[in-house]
């Protein structure tokens, strides 16, 4: 009689859950547990907490979920609040617990407290598999990842990506293990007081996923993706599908395998290869950060060049309110901090502003993000900040947007800015001016 305990984190669904399916073969009995680790909702080394509001109240969802899912099959989702090796050693032990299954993740914090389990838990099998990605790490050979996208995207061209699996889980096998151990008993309650009650986008869950990559592929979006997906405002003006991929209510797989299915039917132009293009960009960077290690944190990055840029805490919480003297960046924080969201376009502006304009150290700026995006995502979120800061592995080496030519491109009248920021007295203060280093 084998036990196992499935440990949810990144990958809150059933289905296309490869390192779920594989502990479920290997054991007669499973529990299923997700931990809501202190250290998420304390400060980080840039005074911004790990994650924000709508980002918790998007987990929130994705657990009650993923809860129902499994309440519909006869199990439960035991919900803990605390350290999380210490609450998965306590229950392996005192529920007897053989094989421990989870998703591999490509975080440094997250892949160093599992080699910390695993040593602490030396006689238990581990189950880990990356759950959220295309292409599994043997299908990347370790040369492709040195150097640019446009290497990393020519070599992979021809890479197979397998079609998602369905969930083996069912009502009869295995069984639900009856377990020992103290659990948040009102973590819907727990999460609903903690979380944001303004309003957000997104609402998370694998259901919502399915359904929502579904209604976008019934749409013709897809076909003009490329033409539109720069547009700062506009559900379908790109798919909206990063914040489901970030906490793995969808798989990568199950997105092309839709995407396939949509070239099929309607035929396959730019803008469908376009989608893909993106999310291999996704790709690109999850491979990345498991071979930059700590350098995806570092001042000088991957490029090991330091910027010329440094800490002014005036211009950088004027930023983060949207309070610079830039009316599209100001309404474009507004929005991320309103909502959770920006376009990608959008982030690219005031990525660039705070480290070009402002001469703000980037880290600040992405730990920024890390708070307040409801899609944050470790490889993507820091892999581009490392591009627009000119640290990455980027040729050009840095980008600089120019703010006012994007304000004629992307809001040439002036409704996006109207939109976010309709009182313009706060831009800018007098006594502000004078540390700006343009003119204003
Ligand atoms: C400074 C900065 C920080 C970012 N932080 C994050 C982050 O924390 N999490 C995140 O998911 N994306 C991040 N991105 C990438 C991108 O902005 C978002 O993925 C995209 O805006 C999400 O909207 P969408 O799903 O409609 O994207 P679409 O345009 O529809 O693209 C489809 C999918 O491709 C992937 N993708 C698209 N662009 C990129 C990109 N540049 N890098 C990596 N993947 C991409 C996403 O998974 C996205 O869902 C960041 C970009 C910048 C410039």
């Not at 918790?56 to 994705?62: A, H, P, T, V």
């Not at 609903?192 to 609402?203: T, Y």
């Not at 992405?366 to 980027?394: E, H, K, M, P, T």
Request: with cysteine.
């Amino acid at each position: 009689m084998k036990t196992a305990l499935y440990w949810f984190t990144e990958d809150l669904r059933l289905h296309d859950n490869v390192a779920l399916n594989s502990t479920l073969y290997a054991c007669d009995e499973i529990i299923f547990v997700y931990v809501l680790d202190e250290y998420l909702l304390k400060p980080t080394n840039y005074n911004h907490v790990h994650v924000g509001d709508i980002r918790l109240k998007f987990i929130k969802e994705s657990l009650a979920d993923l809860s129902d899912q499994l309440q519909q099959l006869g199990y439960e989702l035991q919900v803990f609040r605390g350290e999380t090796n210490t609450v998965l050693k306590n229950l392996v032990t005192t529920n007897d617990v053989d094989i421990i299954g989870c998703h591999h993740s490509v975080g440094l914090y997250e892949r160093r407290n599992l080699s910390i389990l695993q040593s602490q838990l030396p006689d238990k099998r581990f189950i880990c598999q990356n759950n959220n990605l295309l292409f599994g790490s043997k299908q990347v050979e370790p040369n492709v990842l040195n150097g640019s996208f446009s290497k990393f995207r020519k070599k992979t061209a021809q890479t197979a990506v397998y079609e998602p699996v369905e969930s083996v889980l069912t009502d009869t096998l295995p069984r639900p293990l009856s377990y020992e151990g103290e659990r948040l008993e009102h973590w819907r309650f727990y999460l609903e007081s903690n979380s944001s009650k303004g309003p957000s986008v997104f609402c998370g869950g694998e259901r919502k996923a399915l359904l929502e990559v579904e209604s976008y592929f019934n749409t013709d979006a897809a076909l003009s993706y490329k033409q539109t997906r720069n547009e700062l405002e506009g559900h379908t003006n790109s798919t909206k599908f990063s914040p489901y991929l970030a906490l793995g209510n969808i798989s990568p797989r199950e997105i092309v395998a839709n995407l396939k299915r949509f070239e099929h039917q309607h035929g396959a132009n730019d803008s469908t290869y376009w989608i893909f293009f993106e999310i291999l960009w996704r790709e690109f960077f999850h491979h990345k950060a498991i071979l930059k290690g700590s350098k995806l944190f570092e001042f000088s990055g991957e490029s090991g060049k330091r910027p010329l840029t440094t800490y002014y805490p005036q211009r950088f919480l004027s930023w983060c309110n949207g309070e610079t003297s830039y009316p599209l960046v100001n309404a474009l924080m507004k929005e991320l901090n309103a909502t959770g969201f920006m376009s990608n376009r959008g982030r690219q502006i005031v990525a660039s502003c705070l480290v070009n304009e402002l001469q703000v150290d980037w880290r600040y700026g992405a730990a920024f993000f890390q708070q307040q995006l409801v899609d944050y995502d470790v490889a993507s979120n820091w892999g581009n900040w490392q591009y627009i800061a000119g640290v990455g592995d980027d040729p050009k080496g840095g980008r600089h947007f120019n703010i006012n030519k994007q304000a004629e491109m992307y809001d040439p009248n002036g409704a996006f800015v109207r939109k976010w920021s309709p009182n313009k007295s706060v831009w800018i203060s007098e006594t502000d001016i004078a540390d700006w280093p343009q003119e204003v």
